[in-house]
Nanobody, 128 residues
Framework: QVQLVESGGDSVQAGGSLRLSCAASGYTLGRNCTGWFRQVSGKEREVVAVIYKYGDSTYYADSVKGRFTVSQDNAKNTVYLQLNSLKPEDTAMYYC?????????????????????WGQGTQVTVST
């Protein structure tokens, strides 16, 4: 049984930093694409960052490029999302998702519907 557990969400002031973690069991994250997505109530879930299998490439949404960093620790079977220079518009529920490999594993999907495994989410709230 695949289980993804996010942690690290919190309430911070604008300009602050957080590190989100996504720990997996029953699934090896490093062998497939792992994505971080976020969702605000009433809006569609959107991609934030994706790390390719083996961590050899990454993707970032334009809105977070230069501020967020995705990484993975294969020994801990955990993927991280470092959030720096947080803005109020970063406020959302953040989810990690796994299994989004495409093209025989050479690339990753970016749409949430292509990721079969999801965590329960962790809330990030950024105040002014």
């Amino acid at each position: 049984q695949v289980q993804l557990v996010e942690s690290g969400g919190d309430s911070v002031q604008a300009g602050g930093s957080l590190r989100l973690s996504c720990a997996a069991s029953g699934y090896t994250l490093g062998r497939n694409c792992t994505g971080w997505f976020r969702q605000v109530s009433g809006k569609e879930r959107e991609v934030v960052a994706v790390i390719y299998k083996y961590g050899d490439s990454t993707y970032y949404a334009d809105s977070v490029k230069g501020r967020f960093t995705v990484s993975q620790d294969n020994a801990k079977n955990t993927v991280y999302l470092q959030l720096n220079s947080l803005k109020p518009e970063d406020t959302a529920m953040y989810y990690c998702a796994a299994g989004g490999s495409a093209d025989g594993g050479n690339s990753c999907y970016l749409h949430p519907s292509r990721f079969p495994y999801w965590g329960q989410g962790t809330q990030v709230t950024v105040s002014t």
